[in-house]
């Protein structure tokens, strides 16, 4: 079955410390993978998205994530993480073609510390 | 940017309650989405749409109707609601495959 997998359900980081979130995806063929943010209260926003090519791809306010296809995985990344950071963050994986139908993960809940 | 509204954003109703969720996105987008979102378990696709009149079934449609009565509008309907559908909605709309959520509706089933 086509599915991603989040195996943190949640992450506490200081502020100005590094931060990678894991995701593990299961797709026959190639995947076109994303990663959107949830802020408190809000609905979810797109971070960045994979399409075939560079395995690494930029997003905003500084997230990165990288692909693997020999690690099914598409792991997010930031340097330095701030406060406005605090958000639930989803991977999800494009399984229905043209449709633009996502399936996601169960999400991770990114918790800031000063 | 890629408006989509939620009505109501919250509701509360009883067990065997007649629910109808709204969405309107105003972007002329051809689909619209219904997902669910709950602790442990992420996102699920209870419906989709690719245009008026249009309904596709997403991974968890028991319990649900949806209907696309324009290329803007987008309802959820719980003819009969029950306690496990207490979730929090959201209603999307797509462009290029980038998803763009509304802000959500809270529903609670007594």
């Known amino acids: 079955a086509q599915s991603v997998t989040q195996p943190d359900a949640r992450v506490t980081v200081s502020e100005g410390a590094s931060l990678q979130l894991r995701c593990k995806y299961s797709?026959?063929?190639?995947?076109?993978l994303f990663w959107y943010v949830q802020y408190p209260r809000q609905g979810l926003q797109l971070l960045l998205k994979?399409?075939?090519?560079?395995?690494v791809v930029q997003g905003v306010n500084g997230f990165e994530a990288e692909f693997s296809k020999s690690n099914s995985s598409f792991h997010l990344r930031k340097a330095s993480v701030h406060w406005s950071d605090w958000a639930v963050y989803f991977c999800?994986?494009?399984?229905?073609?043209?449709?633009?139908?996502?399936?996601f993960g169960e999400g991770t809940q990114v918790t800031v510390i000063s | 940017e890629a408006a989509v509204t939620q009505s109501p954003r919250n509701k509360v109703t009883v067990t065997g309650g007649n629910v109808t969720l709204s969405c309107r996105q105003t972007?002329?987008?051809?689909?619209m989405y219904w997902y669910r979102q709950d602790t442990g378990h992420g996102l699920r696709l209870i419906h989709y749409?690719?245009?008026?009149?249009?309904?596709q079934i997403g991974d968890v449609p028991d319990g649900y109707k949806a209907t696309r009565t324009t290329q803007e509008d987008f309802f959820l309907l719980l003819e009969l609601a029950s306690p496990s559908q207490t979730s929090l909605y959201f209603c999307?709309?797509?462009?290029?495959?980038?998803?763009?959520f509304g802000s959500g509706t809270r529903l609670t089933v007594l």
């Open positions: 999307a709309s797509s462009s290029a495959e980038t998803l763009y």
């Open positions: 797709y026959f063929g190639t995947p076109y």
């Open positions: 994979y399409y075939p090519g560079d395995p």
């Open positions: 999800a994986v494009n399984t229905g073609g043209l449709s633009g139908k996502l399936t």
């Open positions: 972007n002329s987008h051809n689909y």
């Open positions: 749409s690719y245009g008026a009149g249009n309904l």
